[in-house]
């Protein structure tokens, strides 16, 4: 764990992967997000969700205040609602040598430490 990351039992933000189409067209056209795999005791901590833009933009570009989190279809998976469109945050890196080398999975952080960080690795 990152100098200064938080437990488990403090996060509230799930950060997920996206590519374009789906980042425009879903994240930021729909204010939604699904077919997510969260873990269930990590649901109903969850109050925000940020989008990590793949390469070539490499970064963390937008949050959301979550307003529910829902069964997806007949899966084991999870629709997440937003509050409110996404807001675009200043880009949250990820560093050419840093300890963060690839983004493919969610991951789980707190807002507190999205709105300090300057890298990936200030998250994880």
Not at 19 to 33: I, P, Y
């Amino acid at each position: 764990m990152a100098p200064g990351v938080a437990s488990t039992t403090e996060y509230d933000t799930v950060v997920v992967p996206a590519r374009g189409d789906g980042f425009k067209d879903v994240f930021l056209g729909e204010h939604r997000w699904y077919a997510v795999r969260l873990h269930g005791s990590m649901r109903p901590q969850i109050r925000y969700i940020a989008v990590y833009q793949v390469a070539p933009v490499s970064a963390i570009t937008h949050v959301a205040p979550v307003r529910s989190i829902e069964p997806w279809k007949d899966t084991r998976k999870w629709v997440i609602n937003f509050t409110e469109p996404a807001r675009e945050i200043k880009p949250i890196p990820m560093p050419k040598e840093g300890r963060v080398r690839s983004f493919q999975n969610l991951r789980y952080t707190t807002k507190a430490q999205l709105e300090t960080a300057t890298s990936l690795d200030d998250l994880w």
